[in-house]
């Protein structure tokens, strides 16, 4: 037998980021080194900006319809053939412009169409600035399995342009601040106190954005330090599930981020003077559990989680306020069921909970 | 307006390779660093095996029908829904036994599966050992366009195992002496004279094997010098889906290379004595142009190439026998229309083909 080991080195992307106001000049500055631009845009967002910016690009649109729902492997052949109708090349790119879903399925389209052609992203929702839009990973669902596929395939640009969150909703910017918030308790502590008031501070949202830049460069391929972003968001992401979303990926995330708190707290990881302040940090907020809640269910849904290995469930938790903590080198820890159990008995009692 | 450019470097891969005989054992032996196992198996390979290998295999298995229909959304969606069903996760494995379509359909789920799962090929015909397998390429057909999606995404190992050739029929090893004798004519001219008769040199095969994997290595994400592996292909593809795949990719690529073989010579990059060479390698096989063949369809079916940038027909040209012509750090040049016109006829010419 002959045996080899060949090391295969990937090359490297380089993303442009551009933060301001009315960006639309530098897109199309930007872009004109592809030989054809294709928009794939939100609904929502087209109804909203038709008149006063989409009526002036003379780019191919395909608009789709907005939410969870756009993640399917419809939506993909929906894009794919629209390419090719239009004759597509490895030289064209994809501008999706819209939240996180339509980042995420244009994104999963570009990454396998010829096997990879230019994305750029111009996120509408302060979500999908801080957390979507950043870091490479797209997404589409499967059955009722949320992002089970996708590819890390970073954009060749994005343009966080703020006017676009002067048409956001209180709830959706609440979206985005539980991301900020999360990278508050794992990351940077200045960003966690942010539930004071529904007013956003533009220099945090721009924190927030270069912190996630600054792990993700760490570690592009979530092997490590990424997984630290998933604080929050292992019993997040069970919530939501359970709830057949009617309680908000932002919502589900908050609450994630407490009981992981709690967590890390009845591990003696986390000092309780920082779970106090995490804790009256969320109770600003009015949050309750979704009404089909049942301790067994959760459990249940935990068990499908994506960062699970064999049937191990494991967590990110925190060793102080703005800190992930780690263990040999690893961020996340398995999580034994019983002391899953104490964590989200003590998030039904904060929420007033009663089977 | 802020701006920022942030480089993203993406981690190496590491591929194993085997090559020998009757290495299941070594398979095996790999394979414990998984917490599942799942095969996805040709099932012409696995009537063939059944008895004599499989049968002691103790994972989950999954049967495709063979050749290029399986590289559909179909399939994708059926190795997804098999992969879920098992509560796969990101340290489970795919294996796939089989030709180049199983390779590239398996080996695109791998990529895509909880955004990336190992995947491992054991690929049982000359053309997949010399090629699919080889440089990570994964791919599906959407509509009638072939390859048209796909990921660049390195399998963790490779078990060449010789003993599948047996089984293969005259027209498969031609199949893989096709890619072979493209080697040789860009690469090492030790390759090119293969056509003698109907054996297969396992040397001058182990040889294809690591001349492809050092071409790839240098251009992995098929930037640059990879794309010189696209040498026949241009002419070929176009071939074969004009004959809506009457003529097998095998003798559309040799009739291919010798075109563009010829198209080099014509375009005084290629010496006459080494086009000579390759012409007489060629005449020892009776091949033939599709009987549905004609010069406009043939300009069609090339104007769809996946290499073309913009509207413009570009190929690999080869400057002498073994060695492929570089234009600026480029590996394909733009061919008129008419100089295409000119290398078809003489092509028609030469097979004696009658309008």
Chains 1, 2 share one sequence.
């Not at 629209?82 to 004759?87: A, D, P």
């Not at 003696?268 to 804790?279: E, N, S, V």
């Amino acid at each position: 037998m002959d045996y080899q080991s060949f090391l295969i080195s990937r090359s490297s992307t380089k993303t442009d980021l551009f933060i301001g106001n009315n960006l639309f000049k530098e897109v199309e500055e930007f872009t004109k080194k592809y030989s054809q631009i294709v928009c794939v845009i939100d609904q929502h967002v087209f109804e909203l900006y038709n008149k006063s910016i989409f009526a002036f690009l003379n780019w191919p649109i395909l608009v789709i319809t907005q939410g969870e729902d756009a993640k399917s492997f419809s939506t993909v052949e929906q894009i794919i053939q629209f390419l090719m109708n239009l004759n597509c090349c490895k030289n064209s790119a994809l501008l999706a412009i819209g939240g996180g879903a339509i980042l995420d399925v244009t994104g999963f389209v570009s990454s396998i169409y010829m096997r990879g052609i230019a994305s750029i992203y111009i996120p509408t929702t302060l979500l999908a600035m801080v957390d979507a839009a950043i870091g490479g990973k797209t997404a589409i669902d499967h059955k009722k399995a949320k992002n089970i596929l996708g590819t890390i395939y970073n954009p060749r640009a994005i343009f966080i342009d703020f006017d676009f969150l002067k048409t956001l909703s209180e709830n959706q910017i609440l979206q985005g601040k539980a991301e900020m918030f999360k990278l508050g308790l794992v990351y940077n502590q200045a960003l966690y106190s942010i539930f004071q008031n529904n007013q956003l501070d533009f220099s945090a949202a721009i924190q927030a954005i270069f912190g996630k830049f600054s792990i993700v460069q760490k570690d592009p391929e979530d092997l490590s330090l990424r997984r630290s972003l998933n604080f929050g968001h292992t019993i997040g992401h069970a919530l939501e599930s359970l709830s057949d979303f009617t309680l908000s990926h932002g919502e589900a995330v908050i609450i994630g981020c407490l009981t992981e708190a709690y967590l890390s707290y009845h591990l003696k990881l986390l000092p309780f003077q920082d779970f106090q302040k995490i804790k009256n940090e969320v109770a600003k907020l009015k949050l309750s559990l979704p009404e089909n809640y049942s301790l067994d269910e959760c459990l249940k849904a935990l068990s499908f989680d994506k960062k699970r290995i064999g049937n191990q469930i494991r967590l990110v938790l925190i060793e102080k306020l703005g800190k992930v903590a780690s263990f040999e080198g690893q961020y996340t820890r398995e999580i034994s069921v019983e002391d899953l159990k104490i964590a989200l008995k003590w998030m039904e009692n904060f929420y007033g909970f009663k089977n």
